[in-house]
């Protein structure tokens, strides 16, 4: 996979995940294997995640199974704990509200705290691959950064706006074992598990034992 930039970068530069994004995504997708995902129940989706400390094969190659496995459940992001995978590593393919595609990997994410004066809060609908044929209004910021690193453990800083800002919240979420229904009120979280047990799973699902 090409990389957006393999050196350290400075606070004011965010990395660039628009260029080539169908062939960087099709690499991935073909090198991947698409693994089934994990539903609300399952451990591991409600713990904090061990950091990614070894930058090698390994990763690499469960990247690209994380690529394939959001191709498979044609979803726009995907923590590694949604495919069992306990590593604070998240990909993503997700157009912001201006239509532009983005395309990458982070390691480790740590979300900014936005100053209050800059938050404007967006109340779209949001829905996870992990509570699969739910939907449910959630307020956050119409802005996000994330500083983490990329594949090959460099520094990088992705900045989103709009659906994409929501995608990148949603998955640094995952990484600290909060899912979006944690952020609803009992009454919302009800609603959505409602949802889910009355649908069926477009992709394969992980059973909860």
């Known amino acids: 996979m090409p990389q957006q930039d393999t050196g350290p970068q400075a606070d004011s530069e965010f990395v660039d995940d628009t ?8 690499a991935h997708v073909e090198r991947g294997t698409a693994r089934p995902i ?20 390994e990763l690499a190659a ?11 459940a044609e979803g726009v992001g995907l923590a590694a704990n949604q495919i ?7 990909v993503y393919d997700c157009p912001d509200d201006d239509g532009v595609r983005h395309v990458g990997v982070v390691c480790n994410p740590v979300l900014e705290e936005l100053p209050s004066e800059l938050r404007v809060l967006d109340d779209s609908n949001e829905g996870c691959l992990s509570v699969p044929g739910a939907y ?19 520094p990088i800083t992705v900045r989103g706006t709009g659906y994409f800002a929501r995608c990148l919240q949603h998955e640094t979420d995952h990484l600290y074992g909060r899912l979006y229904i944690d952020r609803l009120s009992k009454r919302e979280r009800k609603d959505v598990l409602k949802q889910m047990a009355e649908g069926t799973p477009r992709y394969a699902t992980v059973p909860n034992d």
């Open 19 to 26: 260029q080539d994004c169908a062939e960087r995504e099709k």
């Open 38 to 57: 994990t539903v609300v129940g399952n451990p591991v989706l409600h713990h904090e995640c061990r950091e990614v400390t070894e930058f090698g094969p």
């Open 62 to 72: 469960l990247v690209d199974d994380m690529f394939a496995s959001q191709r498979a």
């Open 84 to 90: 069992g995978v306990d590593r604070k590593v998240f």
């Open 136 to 154: 449910m209004e959630l307020a956050r910021p119409d802005e996000a950064v994330v500083r983490g690193q990329d594949i090959e453990g460099n």
